[in-house]
């Protein structure tokens, strides 16, 4: 069982778009930035996010993120086949001294 | 360029010592914190250790604390962890992560991973 909780997983039709929840506590999420990551098929994981908005270089407008209290989201838009994948939300949680992660979401672009 | 690249993976016999290397290059390694990621096949990803650049602190996950320990050579740009007492559900991918530890926290390069199997 995952500290942070996110939807195991999405769908939807190419170019469309689909937004992927992240859930934690005032411990984690609610006092600390927020990081997603994503992981393509037999790749290792990949910085998406990080401070809870921002792009590494080299990562599309079509991917952005917001956080508002305790709760993350990472959206995508124009979504392309490219996108399936696996998708995880990150933080540090200040009372347990430990880094967290969300379980996971799984992309399918139909 | 940032690389990481993880060694030392294999087949151990639940019980057995397994010591991982990741080798970092392309930035000044006593710099950062580094951690270790695992994923178990067809699981998600689950955080094992860290430790700092500055201070040389070290955290673990519950799981692991007590079996694992993680260490650096910074004259090496080596991130090591020694895992003692393994157990089948250890068998996992490996991954070694730079962290930046700033305002915030986030993992901004990633190893290839190792896989380490725990089996008799």
């Known amino acids: 069982q995952s500290v942070l909780t996110q939807p195991p997983s999405v769908s939807a039709a190419p170019g469309q778009a689909v937004t992927i929840s992240c859930s934690g506590s005032?411990?984690?999420?609610?006092?600390?930035?927020v990081s997603w990551y994503q992981q393509l098929p037999g790749t290792a994981p990949k910085l998406l996010m990080y401070e809870n908005y921002k792009r590494p270089s080299g990562i599309p407008d079509r991917f952005s993120g917001s956080k508002s209290g305790a709760s993350a989201t990472l959206g995508i838009t124009g979504l392309q086949t490219g996108d399936e994948a696996d998708y995880y939300c990150?933080?540090?949680?200040?009372?347990?001294?430990?880094?967290?992660f969300g379980g996971g979401t799984k992309l399918t672009v139909l | 360029e940032v690389q990481l690249v993880e060694s030392g993976g294999g087949l151990v016999q639940p019980g057995g010592s397994l010591r991982l290397s990741c080798a970092a290059s392309?930035?000044?390694?006593?710099?950062?914190?580094v951690t270790w990621v695992r994923q178990a096949p067809g699981k998600g990803l689950e955080w094992v250790s860290a430790?700092?650049?500055?201070?040389?602190?070290?955290y673990y996950a519950e799981s692991v604390k007590g079996r694992f320990s993680i260490s650096r050579g910074n004259s090496e740009n080596t991130l090591y962890l020694q895992m003692n007492s393994l157990r089948a559900e250890d068998t996992a991918v490996y991954y070694c992560?730079?962290?930046?530890?700033?305002?915030?926290?986030?993992?901004?390069?990633w190893g290839q991973g190792t896989l380490v199997t725990v089996s008799s």
């Open positions: 430790i700092k650049g500055s201070d040389d602190s070290t």
């Open positions: 992560a730079r962290a930046v530890v700033a305002t915030a926290i986030y993992l901004d390069c």
């Open positions: 392309g930035f000044t390694f006593s710099n950062y914190a």
């Open positions: 990150g933080t540090w949680d200040s009372s347990l001294s430990v880094w967290v």
């Open positions: 005032s411990s984690n999420i609610g006092n600390n930035y």
